[in-house]
């Protein structure tokens, strides 16, 4: 039987290509302690500044207690930094610290190895997700 990728439904292509990159790009973000969570996280922290956990699950589509171990993870490796709110003690304020700032950039290259920008891509990707 012949089982090339050309004859392929569109779906499963879509996933097994997605599933391909994932997995290089994972196995190369642990080498440098990154899981790909942490690195979501502190994307969103170097692109917005200092956050609260909540709108940092928000934004990043995940349960606040998802989140809650993310951080913990992140600030146990030096990654990011909580510190209390100005204006309200109970809360607190993530921040990325320059060990954060410096895996991010090393991911980024990383990134761009594993799959370079490719602007008809990311417009496909984008319209997948936005429904179009």
């Known amino acids: 039987m012949d089982d090339t990728t050309t004859q392929w439904p569109l779906g499963r292509l879509l996933s097994a290509a997605a599933r391909a990159v994932e997995r290089e790009w994972d196995?190369?973000?642990r080498a440098i302690g990154l899981p790909h969570a942490a690195l979501i996280v502190v994307d969103i922290l170097v692109r917005t500044g200092p956050s609260?956990?909540?709108?940092l699950a928000r934004t990043a589509r995940v349960q606040?207690?998802?989140?809650?171990?993310t951080l913990e993870r992140l600030e146990r490796d030096g990654l990011v930094e909580r510190t209390p709110h100005p204006a309200d003690?109970?809360?607190r304020v993530v921040q990325v610290t320059d060990a954060g700032r410096a895996s991010w950039e090393t991911a980024r290259h990383i990134e761009r190895e594993v799959l370079p920008e490719d602007p008809a891509l990311r417009a496909a990707?984008?319209?997948v997700l936005d429904g179009r």
């Open 27 to 29: 196995e190369r973000l």
């Open 52 to 55: 609260g956990a909540e709108s």
């Open 64 to 69: 606040p207690q998802t989140m809650s171990r």
């Open 89 to 91: 003690r109970r809360r």
């Open 125 to 127: 990707l984008q319209g």
